[in-house]
């Protein structure tokens, strides 16, 4: 659950970037679909690192 947890938290990392990245290009659907999934995976990832 552990290994789980830490690839949600890195791929929620990867995603804030990514965000700021599509907002800055100026891309506002596309970063704020990055925003979501983002938050979703870091979210989860937590909730499972609390867990395990």
């Known amino acids: 659950m552990r290994g789980l947890?830490?690839?949600l938290?890195?791929?929620g990392g990867a995603g804030v970037?990514?965000?700021f990245v599509l907002a800055v290009s100026g891309?506002?659907?596309g970063a704020m679909q990055a925003a979501g999934a983002s938050c979703?995976?870091?979210?989860l990832g937590m909730i499972?690192?609390?867990?395990?």
């Open 5 to 7: 947890s830490l690839m």
């Open 9 to 11: 938290l890195l791929a």
């Open 17 to 19: 970037i990514a965000t």
């Open 27 to 29: 891309d506002t659907p």
């Open 40 to 43: 979703s995976a870091l979210i």
């Open 48 to 52: 499972l690192y609390r867990r395990g």
